[in-house]
Nanobody
Framework: QVQLVESGGGLVQPGGSLRLSCTASGSIFFIYAMGWYRQAPGKPREVVATFTSGGSTNYENSVKDRFTLSRDNAMNTLYLQMSSLKPEDTAVYYC???????????????WGPGTQVTVSS
């Protein structure tokens, strides 16, 4: 199985920055994609930034000039550097990977428990 644990959320003022981290552990057979989603109160979960197995990086339009997705393979850690934060960025942020945990099993989404990001003055 795969375990994903996020950290780095908190309360920041508009224009501030946060760096979210996601540490993965457990057995991973093949990863098709990984990244970050977020969900604001009363709204559906939306994708923020993702890597694909082909090496491409995709950002949601409202964050593409402000957020940076990166990965440290040696530490099994995924990062989301968030800058110029806005109140509309307030949400629970979830780390995920779309992966097979063993040979012959279908790939499924694996989720961390989430970390709260609140942008307010």
């Amino acid at each position: 199985q795969v375990q994903l644990v996020e950290s780095g959320g908190g309360l920041v003022q508009p224009g501030g920055s946060l760096r979210l981290s996601c540490t993965a552990s457990g057995s991973i057979f093949f990863i098709y994609a990984m990244g970050w989603y977020r969900q604001a109160p009363g709204k559906p979960r939306e994708v923020v930034a993702t890597f694909t197995s082909g090496g491409s990086t995709n950002y949601e339009n409202s964050v593409k000039d402000r957020f940076t997705l990166s990965r440290d393979n040696a530490m099994n850690t995924l990062y989301l550097q968030m800058s110029s934060l806005k109140p509309e960025d307030t949400a629970v942020y979830y780390c995920y990977c779309h992966a097979q945990t063993s040979m012959g099993r279908p790939a499924v989404n694996h989720w961390g428990p989430g970390t709260q990001v609140t942008v307010s003055s």
